[in-house]
């Protein structure tokens, strides 16, 4: 019975420390991001044009709850906003500081890791690798 309870506290200890030392999705996306490839849910004829436009767009989220997204990589097209991620570390909320168009974003996070970055909006995924 000893080495039952024994093999259990350890498995609960591993499983804690496991958890404690994964980073959470808001540390995740802090630095900057590349998008590299766009899927339409329901592709419009000029979906492939936009789409090419969009290619090496970069975003970069900051720890203070900012972003800046150059358009295209080009640095003379550039939208800054706020940015949040929900506490399930599932949702990304952004809105943008152009008055017109400062409508909220949300997009479901479905990949986070150290490299990649898959978000889902309602047009379809982005797909994002991290910026060097």
């Not at 900051?62 to 003379?76: A, V």
């Not at 008055?99 to 990649?116: C, H, P, R, W, Y």
Request: with cysteine.
């Amino acid at each position: 019975m000893n080495t039952k309870h024994l093999l259990c506290s350890l498995l609960v200890l591993l499983v804690t420390a496991t958890t404690f030392a994964q980073k959470s999705n808001a540390e995740k996306i802090l630095g900057c991001w590349v998008l590299k490839k766009m899927e339409f849910s329901n592709p419009a004829n000029d979906a492939p044009e936009l789409s090419e436009e969009a290619m090496n767009s970069y975003v970069c989220f900051e720890k203070d709850g900012t972003f800046t997204t150059r358009l295209g990589g080009n640095e003379s097209e550039v939208v800054k906003g706020k940015y949040q991620i929900s506490a399930d570390g599932k949702t990304l909320t952004q809105s943008r500081d152009i008055q017109d168009e400062g409508n909220d974003e949300q997009a479901e996070i479905s990949v986070l890791d150290d490299t990649k970055l898959e978000l889902k909006l309602e047009f379809g995924v982005m797909y994002f690798v991290r910026k060097n």
